[in-house]
């Protein structure tokens, strides 16, 4: 698919490779050119044509109109926000503490943490039962750290600015600006009254809160006044924090808590003009999914924790639409690219080490035919098939950064977190995810160039006289897939059998959203001994189960649509860089598209969350690379509209 993909008359290497090269370049112009390839890549003609209907007619006859209202309205409201005692009082507190001087933080911290020493000895004499050795570990710690802050005078946001560490951190990963930082002076203000004050008065706190949460909500807290600031931070956090939130208690809850409040700074900065929201064909159809997602949490068999698990969905959801909206520039794309491979080599490092160091369990395992395993790495996720997702959604990403990084220490890094990533997921012993992470990197491979094709026939038969060399458990589990013997697949035979017994009564529109209407409906229809299931086994399946078909034909069409737009312009981009991302995000969406025939791959809320901020990442890449283009034929127009709400259907 890639133009500059042309077989020359030189001889390559051999005559039969460039033979082959000649036929496989042929076979892919064939492709290109017939009814399905111009089918995937003439996205733009279905918006067009969209455009041209009536309900598009309908819309434009009233907008000058709706134009006029929406334009006063929106700067009533950016007027209210704006001048709110909310934004003013989260404005000043941002001043206040960056002019903060350090040795103040010290003084906080020093006394917060003696406070904490002092609730451990007495709770320790009152009630010997109660385990509050954390409560001194805590206060130690926050200790030894106010150390070494009492000897700085200077200002927070100077200190930060100084840092490399934290200019690093901030400016290059996160984005904020410097001179955001430098506008505040070296000498900081000494505020140690309120600093000794707000010390005693959560320090009186430990004897009914432990120390860990009062200092998590201080954290919380902090981290919403710097959303408030950059609805991107806030983006950012959320998908490099995401795989590691399992550390904290209610990790739902916390990645809730940052995608709502990045939400709710994206759409006042949106009010005031500040940021835009486009709304295109395709976004359109994935916005009707999540409204029948909140739809199927209210008309449901599951009562409220069903409207419960459809608002999380809804609210994590809303990452797409955030990420294809706040990424505006090349770099907002590499700052993101960043940050979730940065994670992603995290886990695979953490998950290769707890394979050879640390201990897993067996429950994962059918020991009647894999007792040889030792067991499944899971790293920071609930379990094996939930890593291997995760990995398998970003595999294609390390590999398409590889291959466009210009520098050489970025393709070093990419690429062993490419190798990082494939080994641990060999480890997941996940024969689902070694699939979908198959078909990806091959459909990466064959898209890439035609060339990929002509290797792929030259080494076909080496290639099969290498297999039995593999390691034999690789070998023997890859081969079970499709067994009958194994118990795993033996239980989802059976599940989807009840599964399809259920969906006879229930195909039109579904039991609702989330695992309590899927087990209050599916026990009166399971095999026996398969009763306790909590979800199908099967994203289709479960869309079916949850929304109806309605539900998953609208899936469905959103995925097509976002399909063909990414192959449009994959096919017909100018630019190296934004396609191979592009083609990267398509893959590792691919990779979990096959991967959910074996499993439900939305169970997990992280999960989803990663699958609709990588789809957003591939939609923002685009039009970014559809704008950069624009900007290079059309150099004088390189103004962009803020704050604009543009519905285009073209």
Known sequence: ??????????????????YLNIATAWIYA?????????????????????SEGWLQRLLRSKRKRADRVTFRLRQRLSSIIEQSAFCRLGGEMQRALLRTSVNSYGVFLLFFGCYCIVTYYVTTNTRPDAPMLSYAITGGMMILA?????????SLAFSLRQSLFCRVLLVSLFGIAEERLGSYGEKGRERYAPALFFAILLGSLTFLIPPQTILLVLGLAVLSLVILYSPEVGMLLSVGLCPFLIVLPHPTLILLAMVGATAISYAIKLLCGKRVLHIQLMDGAILLLLLLIVLGGIVTRGGTASLHSALTYATLMLSYFMVANLIRSQEGVRRLLRVLLISGALVAALGLWQYFFGSLEIRFVDMSLFSDLGGRVYATFENPNMLAEYLALLVPLFLAVSLSSGKAMRRFGSTCGFLLGLACLIFTW???????????????????SHRTLSYL????????????????????????????????????RHLWEGVWNMLNDHWLAGVGVGENAFCTVYERYALPGIETAVHSHNVYLQLLCGLGIVGLVVFAVALLLWIR??????????????????????????????????????????????????????????????????????????????????????
């Open 1 to 18: 698919m890639n133009r500059s993909d042309r077989t020359t008359p030189r001889v390559r290497g051999s005559v039969i490779l460039h």
């Open 30 to 50: 064939l492709l290109l050119n017939s009814a399905i390839g111009r089918y995937l890549t003439s996205y733009s003609k279905t918006s067009r044509a969209f």
């Open 146 to 154: 106010s150390l070494p802050l009492f000897a700085s005078t200077k």
């Open 430 to 448: 996940s024969r689902g995810a070694w699939v979908g992470t198959i078909v990806a990197v091959l459909t990466f491979l064959l898209l890439l």
């Open 457 to 492: 026939l030259l080494c076909a038969l080496p290639g099969a006289a290498i297999v039995p060399m593999l390691p034999e458990r690789i070998v023997r589990r890859f081969a079970s897939i499709g067994s009958g013997v194994d118990s795993s697949i033996r239980y989802r």
């Open 565 to 650: 737009r990414a192959l449009e312009y994959y096919r017909y981009g100018e630019l190296r860089t934004p396609r191979l991302v592009v083609l990267g995000g398509l893959c590792g969406i691919l990779a979990l598209l096959v991967m959910g025939l074996f499993d439900d791959i939305f169970y997990n809320y992280r999960i989803f969350f990663l699958f609709w901020t990588v789809m957003g990442l591939v939609v923002a890449q685009l039009r970014i690379g559809e704008e950069t283009s624009e900007r290079a034929y059309n150099p004088v127009d390189d103004e962009r509209t803020q704050g604009e709400i543009v519905f285009r259907f073209h």
